[in-house]
């Protein structure tokens, strides 16, 4: 299959994502002035942001807060989200056509606020990019396809009042179909959540979905 011709995928690694290097003081080690040493940014990082999570209607929300431009003014931030294997070591940060996933950020004064929404069968995806045989990679890109097809069907009519039978028969096999998938995700999946500073990586939570 051609399926994930235009897609991106970037792997990071655990321990290199969340023990990043900190930037270093420029000054010399017996220097009484502080001011031009650079400021620890895990430490801020960690101190400034919270990471909260619910899981709705098969898609995954994400929400971060955070005050680290008020600590770090000039700081050029992005927020990136890894798919992994609950306890794997490394992750998959999927962009590409219509599975990048696009934040909504929202800053009020030094408070930001950021969402991130996406589908649960984004673990088919990371899971195919980490599978070595072709029938692994053929059942995960098929999953995924499905996925996307059944969920797209669900999403159109779970809020419709006045559904026709044919309507409700698809509602209804759609939602088992998409529950099957379902199960097979919840329990193995973990998701890593992360806030890019000036292109490093800072870890700010992991979530097991």
Same mark, same amino acid.
């Given at each position: 299959?051609?399926?994930?011709?235009?897609?991106?995928? *970037?792997?990071?690694? !655990?321990? @290199?994502?969340?023990?990043?290097? /900190?930037?270093?003081?420029?000054?010399? =080690?017996?220097?009484? /002035?502080?001011?031009? $040493?650079?400021?620890?940014?895990?430490?801020?990082?960690?101190?400034?942001?919270?990471?909260?999570?619910?899981?709705?209607?098969?898609?995954?929300?994400?929400?971060?807060?955070?005050?680290? !431009?008020?600590?770090?003014?000039?700081?050029?931030? &992005?927020?990136?989200?890894?798919?992994?294997?609950?306890?794997?070591?490394?992750?998959?940060?999927?962009?590409?056509?219509?599975?990048?996933?696009?934040? &909504? *950020?929202?800053?009020?004064?030094?408070?930001?606020?950021?969402?991130?929404?996406?589908?649960?069968?984004?673990?088919?995806?990371?899971?195919? @990019?980490?599978? &070595?045989?072709?029938?692994?990679?053929?059942?995960?890109?098929?999953? &995924?396809?499905?996925?996307?097809?059944?969920? @797209?069907?669900?999403? @159109? !009519?779970?809020?419709? =009042?006045?559904?026709?039978?044919? $309507?409700?028969?698809?509602?209804?096999?759609?939602?088992?179909?998409?529950?099957?998938?379902?199960?097979? *995700?919840?329990?193995?999946?973990?998701?890593?959540?992360?806030?890019?500073?000036?292109?490093?990586?800072?870890?700010?939570?992991?979530?097991?979905?």
């Amino acid at each position: 299959m051609h399926f994930f011709a235009s897609i991106f995928i *970037v792997v990071l690694s !655990l321990c @290199a994502a969340s023990c990043v290097d /900190d930037y270093e003081g420029q000054g010399s =080690s017996d220097s009484k /002035d502080k001011q031009d $040493e650079k400021p620890d940014i895990a430490t801020i990082v960690n101190s400034c942001s919270s990471c909260s999570s619910s899981y709705v209607d098969y898609h995954v929300n994400i929400t971060i807060d955070h005050t680290i !431009l008020s600590k770090l003014p000039n700081a050029q931030l &992005t927020y990136v989200v890894g798919h992994a294997e609950r306890g794997s070591s490394t992750c998959q940060v999927i962009s590409g056509g219509n599975y990048t996933i696009i934040p &909504t *950020v929202t800053t009020t004064g030094n408070r930001t606020s950021v969402k991130i929404k996406f589908p649960f069968y984004y673990y088919f995806m990371a899971k195919r @990019a980490e599978a &070595t045989s072709y029938v692994d990679k053929e059942y995960y890109s098929n999953a &995924t396809v499905d996925c996307e097809m059944y969920l @797209a069907s669900y999403m @159109a !009519l779970k809020d419709k =009042s006045n559904m026709s039978a044919s $309507e409700r028969d698809l509602y209804n096999a759609v939602k088992r179909y998409l529950n099957d998938y379902q199960n097979e *995700v919840r329990g193995s999946y973990t998701v890593w959540v992360y806030i890019s500073i000036d292109g490093k990586n800072y870890l700010v939570k992991s979530i097991n979905i």
